[in-house]
Each structure stands twice: as structure tokens, then as C-alpha cells.
């Protein structure tokens, strides 16, 4: 009888063993199928005032034209703990990625270095490309036009900091001018606040030092002036540099076929 119950459990963890090789040569296997001419993972970084759903006519063009595009929920509390989220995110992505920011995504793709070897390409739409010590709201002042300040209406937080929104009577203006009005109230009815802490968060080291970068900058954005944008593109030494004319801070959604355009050519 124990002989028996010997060989069944003897069986039992041979079966067992079988099972996790088997397992393991499969993992091995889709691991190697990956071709070395993969297209990367577009993965697209919301800034304030929007969510993933901003993302949504560059995606449906993305996947039209064969990549996977993932849009990141921006926790949008602070530059390096909206990194470390990002990073983990990226953790679980296979294969080579083009980061996408937009606004103030820009400043989070721009500190995220643990992942970097898997990032191929930067790109910037409308964004903020900090260097090392600087924030967003310093380059957003950095040169006139930009009218952000007047338009936010700040929700006390336990912290003791405020949580930003625009106000509803003001975002289109401001944030969304050249797209159409019903589709700019949805966007400022579903807006995410960003945290006012972290838009005078310091930067870290900029990954556009050792990653290629491409700019699109928005030739009416009232968010990011155009001069500051063009600025930022020139100092981090864009690849290419699309300007839209006539484009809001909320070029993503206005012009989506552009966007595409330079996040296919930075895609390679």
C-alpha cells in the first residue's frame, strides 16, 4: 500500500514537473517569435485637464495603421511619483515603446529613466520638456501669452495644496478653441485636476539627453506659448519639429491626422 501511494505521488510531481517545462519552453518560445523589426508600443501620456479619452482620435489612427497604442491613466499629482507610475506601466509593456506626452505628460516622459532602454523616441505635443531644476509652471511663464492662470479655479486639498480645473464657462477658450463646442463641453465636463504642487515640482535629469526626441507645437496655445514650446524643441534637439498653426492646447483632439503623422516618423 505504501509502495502504491508512493508511486502515484512519484507520478503526480512528474506530471506536475512536465506541465511547468512545457510551460516554460511556450514563454521561451513567444519570447523568440517577437521580430527584431517590431513596431514599438505607442504609449501616450495625458497632461491636465484631460484624461485618456484625449487620446482617442490619434489611437483609432494609430491602430488603423497597424500599432498598438496604449493611453496611461497620468495620476497627475506630482513629476517624479506620475514617473514612477508611468514606469511601472511601462514595466509590463514588451518590446520597444515611443513615449507620447502631452502638456504637462511631457514633463512626466521626460523623467522617466528606469524603462528608458525600451524607449526608442520621445515625442512632445504641446509639451512641456523640462530641463534638470526647471517646472512646468516656470516655462509656461517663461514668455507672454499664456492666459492658464486666470482660467483655474483651485479645490482645497487635506494637504494643505489645491487641486486645479479650469472653469467649465472657460475651457474652450482656453484649453480646446478649435474644437467643436458640444465636444469641448464633454472635455471640460470630464477634466482630471492636476495638483498645483505639481506644476512647481522641479524636474530630474531629462531623458530627452539620451532618448530622440520630435515636437509638435500647437501655434495657438494659450496653455504653453508657442515661443516656450519652440524653445523647449530647440534646446532638447528635436528631430523634426511640426508646427500647427492656428492649433490649441488641445492639438491632439483637433488634429489628429498631424499628431500621427510625426509619432509614425518618430516610430520609425
Known amino acids: 500500500m505504501h509502495t502504491l501511494k508512493h508511486r502515484v505521488t512519484v507520478r503526480v510531481i512528474a506530471g506536475l514537473a512536465a506541465l511547468v517545462a512545457v510551460?516554460?519552453?511556450s514563454t521561451s518560445h513567444a519570447v523568440a517569435a517577437h521580430p527584431a523589426g517590431q513596431k514599438p508600443t505607442i504609449v501616450l501620456v495625458h497632461g491636465a485637464f484631460a484624461d485618456g479619452s484625449s487620446w482617442n482620435p490619434v489611437i483609432e489612427r494609430l491602430q488603423r495603421r497597424g500599432f498598438t497604442a496604449v493611453a496611461v491613466a497620468n495620476p497627475l499629482r506630482g513629476v517624479?511619483?506620475?514617473?514612477e507610475s508611468l514606469d511601472a506601466r511601462l514595466a509590463g509593456i514588451d518590446g520597444p515603446v515611443v513615449l507620447v506626452g502631452h502638456s504637462y505628460g511631457g514633463?512626466?516622459?521626460t523623467n522617466v529613466t528606469a524603462r528608458s532602454p525600451k524607449v526608442k523616441a520621445l515625442v512632445y505635443v504641446a509639451a512641456f520638456a523640462p530641463a534638470k531644476g526647471e517646472?512646468?509652471?516656470?516655462l509656461a511663464g517663461k514668455y507672454p501669452g499664456?492666459?492658464?492662470?486666470e482660467t483655474l479655479a483651485p479645490v482645497p486639498l487635506p494637504d494643505g495644496s489645491n487641486d486645479l480645473y479650469i472653469k467649465?464657462?472657460?475651457f474652450r477658450q482656453q484649453f480646446a478653441a478649435d474644437v467643436p463646442a458640444r465636444q469641448a463641453a464633454l472635455m471640460a465636463a470630464t477634466q482630471r485636476p492636476i495638483r498645483d504642487a505639481a506644476l512647481g515640482e522641479a524636474s530630474g535629469e531629462p531623458s530627452w539627453?539620451?532618448?530622440p526626441s520630435w515636437f509638435l507645437l500647437a501655434g495657438a496655445d494659450k496653455n504653453i506659448p508657442l515661443q516656450a514650446q519652440r524653445f523647449m524643441a530647440d534646446r532638447a534637439g528635436s528631430r523634426?519639429?511640426?508646427?500647427v498653426d492656428g492649433a490649441s492646447h488641445a492639438v491632439a483632439v483637433s488634429r489628429p491626422d498631424t499628431v500621427v503623422k510625426l509619432i509614425a516618423r518618430a516610430a520609425g
Do not use: F
Request: glycine share 10%.
Open 23 to 25: 510551460a516554460l519552453l
Open 80 to 83: 517624479r511619483s506620475d514617473a
Open 107 to 109: 514633463a512626466v516622459i
Open 135 to 138: 517646472n512646468a509652471g516656470q
Open 146 to 149: 499664456g492666459t492658464l492662470g
Open 168 to 170: 467649465p464657462d472657460l
Open 209 to 211: 539627453t539620451s532618448i
Open 240 to 243: 523634426a519639429t511640426v508646427t
